[in-house]
Nanobody
Framework: QVQLVESGGGLVQPGGSLRLSCAAS????????MAWYRQAPGKQRELVAT???????NYENSVKGRFTISRDNAKNTVFLQMNSLSPEDTAVYYC????????WGQGTQVTVSS
């Protein structure tokens, strides 16, 4: 059974940066694609970024050029580097294993506010 533990969220001013981490256990991490989602208050959960087993990445349009997804297979961890943050990025961020049903962690809150 996969377990995902997100960390790294917090309160940051507009224009600031945060680096989120997601530690995975219970799976052979290196053989799975990974993803980051976010859910803002009153909105549906949306896909932010994905990374394949070979390191290939895809991003939602609004975060392209600002966010970078990466992975460390030796540490079973996926990261989301977030730069140039704006209030519109405020949300709970979740990591996910797309090919494993209901594979969600508890999420980490990101609040962008002055």
């Amino acid at each position: 059974q996969v377990q995902l533990v997100e960390s790294g969220g917090g309160l940051v001013q507009p224009g600031g940066s945060l680096r989120l981490s997601c530690a995975a256990s219970g799976i052979i991490f290196r053989i799975y694609n990974m993803a980051w989602y976010r859910q803002a208050p009153g909105k549906q959960r949306e896909l932010v970024a994905t990374i394949g087993t070979r390191g290939n990445t895809n991003y939602e349009n609004s975060v392209k050029g600002r966010f970078t997804i990466s992975r460390d297979n030796a540490k079973n961890t996926v990261f989301l580097q977030m730069n140039s943050l704006s209030p519109e990025d405020t949300a709970v961020y979740y990591c996910n294993v797309p090919s494993i049903r209901d594979s969600w962690g508890q999420g980490t809150q990101v609040t962008v506010s002055s």
